[in-house]
Antibody, heavy 119, light 107 residues
């Protein structure tokens, strides 16, 4: 069965960096677009970034552009999010999700990993 | 960018009631609209895709309709396990946008 497992969250100071990972299993990872979505405490869902199946097409929300970098390693069935210059407003649960199409529908989600940016 | 609104922001209903949530897009998105359920402390779950298609394994009491800018999500008979926040999400021009969510609880 499809499984997505995020890791790498934690407490970091403003201006710091963190790298999130998402380990995928149960499907052919290299066939699918993947996304990162975040949810601040008590708030709604915010789509952060996506990457195409080959890694050649990438997009970022304006709120993270220039600070976050999405990448993938299809040989390792893994998705990554490098987060630099972190701000308090980046505090959120970060989910990775599989796209059943081409930037359309997120059909499987991981359980999420909490990132807290605080001094 | 396309903006999404949902109404109501929250509702209380009795078990067995019919529950309806609306979602409006700021411009025509055809049927490029999905609905997700998020229970407290859990990841979102896809319920409806392309406005009206029921995801595999989702109970038939959930349904969706609409096209263009106006969409509706319905629970035909509310069950205790349906307590959750429901989000619409549009996809258009290689961008995804979520609505603000509708919190549903039992009266």
């Amino acid at each position: 069965q499809v499984q997505l497992v995020e890791s790498g969250g934690g407490l970091v100071k403003p201006g710091g960096s963190l790298r999130l990972s998402c380990a995928a299993s149960g499907f052919t990872f290299s066939d699918y677009y993947m996304s990162w979505i975040r949810q601040a405490p008590g708030k709604g869902l915010e789509w952060v970034s996506y990457i195409s199946s080959s890694g050649s097409t990438i997009y970022y929300a304006d709120s993270v552009k220039g600070r976050f970098t999405i990448s993938r390693d299809n040989a390792k069935n893994s998705l990554y999010l490098q987060m630099n210059s972190l701000r308090a407003e980046d505090t959120a649960v970060y989910y990775c999700a599989r796209d059943k199409g081409t930037v359309t529908t997120l059909d499987y989600w991981g359980q999420g990993t909490l990132v807290t940016v605080s001094s | 960018d396309i903006q999404m609104t949902q109404s109501p922001s929250s509702l209380s209903a009795s078990v067995g009631d019919r529950v309806t949530i609306t979602c409006q897009a700021s411009q025509d998105i055809s049927n490029y609209l999905n609905w997700y359920q998020q229970k407290p402390g859990k990841a979102p779950k896809l319920l409806i895709y392309d406005a009206s298609n029921l995801e595999t394994g989702v109970p038939s009491r959930f349904s969706g309709s609409g096209s263009g800018t106006d969409f509706t999500f319905t629970i035909s008979s509310l069950q205790p396990e349906d307590i959750a926040t429901y989000y619409c999400q549009q996809y258009d021009n290689l961008l995804l946008t979520f609505g603000p969510g509708t919190k549903v609880d039992i009266k």
